[in-house]
């Protein structure tokens, strides 16, 4: 019988190779979505990490699936580096990091070398955990499609989110928004979302949301500091106006504390998403990249679960399902897509995963 250490070695070739893969399909997507600095910062990982270091033989013998659409590795490499770099544990690395210019990658990989070395304990505990985002800026195409649903059905709304995070998506009602020359939802807020936007707009509507709450398998708590820390770090150092968003939105979560409790998906649909409304209200489920992360069998556990519930659904108590994924009928979009019970699916808007653009599609 081969010795763990043996059977270690022998497939680390396959390994490896699926790791520096994964690091070259995230610089692929940061540079795509405006991040020059983690795009570098991913390529050079993909070609020079070494077993030189502690963190890079964990990273390089991954033992699960490195992929992004699975355990983000190179999300919680960079998010570890960021943290540190953020709290000032790193200072030589941190000259390089933005706002200073764009470094070259020969400046820049010796001082992340240097970084794995000194911080190996630091940076371990990043990598155990999975990389948390709460993109609040995802926030303006799910308003625009809540105003949408509020002009068919305006009755007051039981929010529900799952794949939460921190909850920041759930106050999308108390931020503010420019969609072409229209301004609309909470007047004078500390977040302004201003996306770049196509087309027509959904009607410029105050939907009445009395009570929401969501669930994630890791939840963040936005009343602690190490969480609202967290949150921060896994934003990419270059994107400063998204920092900025998040931290707008945690101030106003700091008055609005939304509950997200720590569950599986499916499980929390089952329980809370009831087979049908108390009359005159609605219910709406909603997610923002983040069914593509569920196991196979959650997603079905859902899908099942809403048309079940979906069946008792009227015009005086409607359920409507709000997603803002990427849409498998078209190669690399995302959409905006709304179920209604009863009624039907509606293709609504295309956007951005950050929120930099939307594509108004709805009548």
């Known amino acids: 019988m081969a010795k763990p250490d043996d059977e270690r070695r022998r497939s680390s070739p396959d390994k490896e190779a699926q790791v520096r893969q994964a690091f070259r399909l995230q610089a692929e997507w940061c540079r795509n979505l405006g991040s020059p600095f983690t795009g570098l910062l991913c390529e050079l990982a993909a070609e020079r990490l070494d077993r030189s270091?502690?963190?890079?033989?964990?990273?390089?013998?991954?033992?699960?699936?490195?992929?992004s659409k699975a355990d983000?590795?190179?999300?919680?490499?960079?998010?570890?580096?960021?943290?540190?770099?953020?709290?000032?544990?790193?200072?030589?690395?941190?000259?390089?990091?933005?706002?200073?210019?764009l470094p070259d990658g020969e400046v820049l990989w010796p001082k992340v070398v240097e970084a794995l070395a000194?911080?190996?304990?630091?940076?371990?505990?990043?990598?155990?955990?999975?990389?948390?985002?709460?993109?609040?800026?995802?926030?303006?195409?799910?308003?625009?499609?809540?105003?949408?649903?509020?002009?068919?059905?305006?009755?007051?709304?039981?929010?529900?989110?799952?794949?939460a995070s921190a909850g920041l998506n759930l106050n999308l009602d108390r931020?503010?928004?420019?969609?072409?020359?229209?301004?609309?939802?909470?007047?004078?807020?500390?977040?302004?979302?201003?996306?770049?936007?196509?087309?027509?707009?959904?009607?410029?509507?105050?939907?009445?949301?009395v009570s929401r709450s969501g669930c994630d398998l890791s939840p963040l708590d936005t009343t602690l500091p190490k969480d609202r820390e967290r949150l921060v770090a896994y934003v990419w150092p270059d994107q400063a106006d998204r920092v900025k968003r998040l931290t707008a939105a945690l101030a106003i979560a700091a008055r609005h504390p939304?509950?997200?409790?720590?569950?599986?998906?499916?499980?929390?649909?089952?329980?809370?998403?009831?087979?049908?409304?108390?009359?005159?209200?609605?219910?709406?489920?909603?997610?923002?990249?983040?069914?593509?992360?569920?196991?196979?069998?959650s997603q079905e556990r859902i899908i099942a679960h809403m048309e079940r519930a979906g069946a008792g659904a009227t015009r005086d108590s409607p359920?409507?399902?709000?997603?803002?994924?990427?849409?498998?009928?078209?190669?690399?979009?995302?959409?905006?897509?709304?179920?209604?019970?009863?009624?039907?699916?509606?293709?609504?808007?295309?956007?951005?995963?950050?929120?930099?653009?939307?594509?108004?599609?709805?009548?």
Not at 144 to 158: D, N, V
Not at 273 to 294: D, K, M, N, P, R
Not at 323 to 345: C, H, I, N, Q, T
């Open 118 to 163: 000194a911080a190996e304990a630091n940076i371990g505990p990043w990598l155990a955990l999975p990389p948390q985002t709460n993109e609040v800026g995802r926030s303006s195409i799910l308003f625009a499609g809540l105003c949408w649903l509020w002009a068919h059905y305006p009755l007051p709304i039981h929010l529900y989110e799952v794949g």
């Open 258 to 297: 939304v509950k997200v409790e720590r569950s599986d998906a499916a499980q929390w649909v089952e329980r809370t998403v009831a087979a049908t409304a108390a009359w005159g209200e609605q219910q709406v489920l909603f997610h923002s990249i983040a069914f593509q992360y569920f196991p196979k069998d």
């Open 175 to 209: 931020y503010s928004y420019r969609f072409g020359e229209d301004v609309l939802g909470a007047m004078g807020a500390a977040l302004f979302l201003t996306p770049s936007w196509e087309g027509g707009t959904p009607p410029n509507l105050s939907p009445r949301v």
């Open 53 to 67: 270091t502690g963190i890079g033989e964990t990273i390089l013998d991954w033992p699960g699936d490195p992929d």
């Open 72 to 101: 983000s590795v190179p999300l919680r490499f960079a998010g570890a580096l960021n943290g540190l770099v953020r709290k000032g544990l790193l200072p030589d690395l941190a000259r390089l990091y933005p706002p200073n210019p």
């Open 319 to 363: 359920l409507a399902w709000l997603r803002f994924e990427a849409d498998p009928e078209m190669d690399k979009a995302f959409s905006l897509r709304l179920r209604v019970w009863p009624g039907e699916d509606h293709l609504l808007a295309l956007g951005d995963p950050h929120g930099r653009w939307v594509k108004w599609l709805a009548a």
